[in-house]
């Protein structure tokens, strides 16, 4: 990533030329991102980044993101490919009380404590946001086997190997829950 953080004034000149600005980043460089991948997830994701002016007078980019992500399949623990495909209008704010001054609050991102609009943040929250919360692969078949106890039982599938896993912890209260309903 060349660019890290733009300053308030250089995003305001930005809003104003209507700039676009290309980049991309190692997924391995997003802290929290990469605390989910798959392990050995390489790649880059590209990004683009359109200003425009937008509301109450505040610059406004337009993010696109796209790449491809390896994440960790919740049944086998194997990896899945998610394709990142991601397009959002934020308005750029210097604090949450300007936010709620937005028609749309939540479409905006907030300034950090020195001005500056960090990219990185920005990107790794729009990624985290749309990402699935408990990710598999689409067809069984596809997982992988190493896991599986017993091969035909779904029950053994599911929770084999996984409990250092947080929703493994979730399965087992629902069934516990399931068990004491009857
Ligand atoms: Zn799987």
């Known amino acids: 990533m060349r660019l890290e953080r733009i300053a308030s004034a250089r995003l305001a000149e930005l809003a104003t030329s ?3 600005l290309e980049d991309e980043v190692r997924p391995a460089a997003l802290p929290r991102l990469a605390g989910v991948l798959a392990d050995g997830t390489d790649g880059r994701l590209a990004l683009r980044l359109q200003f425009e002016a937008g509301p109450e007078s505040r610059p406004l980019v337009e ?3 796209a790449g491809a992500l390896q994440l960790v399949c919740q049944r086998c623990l194997g990896p899945v490919p998610w394709p990142v495909e991601i397009e959002a209008r934020l308005t750029v ?4 009380a300007a936010a709620e001054m937005l028609a749309e609050p939540f479409d ?3 300034l950090d404590a020195d001005g500056a609009l960090c990219l990185r943040t920005m990107v790794e929250d729009e990624v985290l ?3 699935p919360l408990a990710p598999l692969h689409d067809d069984r ?3 992988r086997p190493a896991h599986a106890e017993a091969p035909g039982e779904v029950a053994g599938q599911e929770t084999a190997g996984e409990t250092a896993r947080p929703f493994a912890g979730l399965r087992i209260l629902q069934a516990e829950a399931a068990k004491s309903g009857k």
């Open 18 to 20: 209507r700039a676009c």
């Open 63 to 65: 993010l696109r993101v």
């Open 93 to 96: 704010v210097p604090d949450e």
């Open 108 to 110: 905006s991102v907030l």
């Open 129 to 131: 946001a749309v990402m």
């Open 141 to 143: 078949h596809e997982c």
